[in-house]
Nanobody, 123 residues
Framework: QVQLMESGGGLVQPGGSLRLSCAAS????????MGWYRRAPGKQRELVAT???????NYADSVKGRFTISRDNAKNTVYLQMNSLKPEDTDVYYC?????????????????WGQGTQVTVSS
């Protein structure tokens, strides 16, 4: 069984910073792309940033220059450093990972989601 455990959300003032972490654990053979998404109540989930196992990154236009995604492959962990936070960044942030598992003689590729962590930007 695979789990994604997020941490690092909270309340911060506009202009402040937060760092989110997401660690994958369980019967993992390999972790491919990892990423962060966000969704406010009543809205569709939107991509924030993704990173491949090789380190290539992709960002939503709304966070370019303010957010940085990184990962530690040895720890199966992805990070999101969020700087210059704005009230419109307030949302629930979800970690996502494409994970390969090995069961018996077979490989399985699935997308896994974390439980979500609340980020609130307010004065």
């Amino acid at each position: 069984q695979v789990q994604l455990m997020e941490s690092g959300g909270g309340l911060v003032q506009p202009g402040g910073s937060l760092r989110l972490s997401c660690a994958a654990s369980g019967s993992i053979f390999s972790v491919n792309a990892m990423g962060w998404y966000r969704r406010a109540p009543g809205k569709q989930r939107e991509l924030v940033a993704t990173i491949t196992s090789g380190g290539s990154t992709n960002y939503a236009d709304s966070v370019k220059g303010r957010f940085t995604i990184s990962r530690d492959n040895a720890k199966n962990t992805v990070y999101l450093q969020m700087n210059s936070l704005k009230p419109e960044d307030t949302d629930v942030y979800y970690c996502n990972a494409d994970i390969r598992t090995l069961r018996g003689a077979y490989f399985f590729n699935n997308k896994y989601w974390g439980q979500g962590t609340q980020v609130t930007v307010s004065s």
